[in-house]
């Protein structure tokens, strides 16, 4: 399958308890497709993978791809800071029946290159569907470098792609620079789709598509159709949210901000805890100012 478009990082919903709520995953898998999403990503950062056993993650498989049902590629988040797990979550979503799985580097280690080279031809190895890298040195403190990004894409062509959460555009452009055509390089900052998209990458991995998928869908979609200046604009309305993470511990805002457009998230599990109520207060009134500009866009394309 094609990696192309916008792919929302799904958010991983629980009840009151903190159990996990497969109904409402279904129900939030369900309007995503509504929204015309190009994929879905299950079990990554914004899905909370660290706080999942490796039972629920199988159920979450299992689950985005009933749902999914083919309409669009399902990606499977199967980090874990041992490669024997790595290689067993990978092969869980292979039999689930997943189309991607998205390996973050481990966390609280840190590997060598070579190391990483050997954890990542394992995973290939066990498996036959792509296997997408995904770099983002804020949250394990390891960034992909440029020549072991190469040397996997030259090495395993079932090595499909990276999500580059780095932030850092010229690490972004290194990656699109070095790596064969058929290799994608990934957005995974929501403040950089657009920029990505210009400079040859084919999608992005947006945990703000759960929130307003809406602008999201329409910055790949004017993109796509050479619509520039409209893409730019919903670039810079979307900003506001992904800046917005800061109000909590991550990913506190995205699930408080799904709650509030009525999407059944619920709670992070513990130790992340709820928005303090005057924050809760200000993303309230990012999202109504957002609610305000998507009308307007909407009007104008009446």
Not at 70 to 99: H, I, M, R, W
């Amino acid at each position: 399958m094609k990696i192309e478009g916008i792919i929302p990082a799904v958010v991983t919903p629980f009840d009151k308890d903190e159990n996990l709520d497969l109904g409402a995953l279904k129900v939030i898998i369900g309007r995503l497709l509504e929204a015309g999403v190009h994929g879905i990503f299950v079990v990554g950062s914004t899905g909370e993978f660290w706080a999942l056993s490796p039972e629920e993650k199988r159920r979450i498989f299992e689950a985005a791809v009933e749902t999914v049902a083919g309409k669009v590629p399902v990606y499977a988040g199967t980090c874990a800071n041992s490669t024997a797990e790595t290689v067993l979550l990978s092969k869980e979503a292979e039999s689930a029946g997943c189309d991607f799985v998205s390996v973050l580097t481990p966390s609280f280690i840190k590997p060598s290159d070579e190391e990483l080279y050997l954890h990542y031809k394992a995973v290939v190895d066990a498996i036959k569907i792509p296997a997408i890298l995904y770099s983002n040195p804020a949250r394990t403190n390891i960034l992909l470098s440029t020549s072991l990004v190469r040397r996997l894409a030259r090495d395993f062509e079932q090595v499909a792609g990276i999500k580059d959460s780095s932030g850092d555009l010229t690490q972004t452009a290194e990656y699109i620079n070095s790596t064969p055509e058929r290799f994608s390089v990934i957005a995974g900052r929501d403040t950089l789709i657009f920029a990505t998209l210009m400079m040859g990458g084919p999608a992005a991995i947006a945990a703000t598509s759960n929130i307003v998928p809406e602008i999201v869908v329409g910055i790949y979609e004017n993109f796509s159709q050479g619509n520039l200046d409209e893409a730019r604009k919903l670039q810079r309305q979307l900003a506001p949210l992904r800046l917005a993470f800061s109000l909590g511990s991550f990913p506190s805002v995205i699930k408080e901000a799904a709650e509030l457009k009525g999407l059944p998230a619920g709670p992070c599990r513990r130790p992340i805890g709820p928005l303090t109520p005057e924050n809760r207060e200000k993303l309230k009134n990012i999202l109504q100012r957002m609610e305000v500009e998507i009308k307007k866009t909407e009007e104008k394309r009446d």
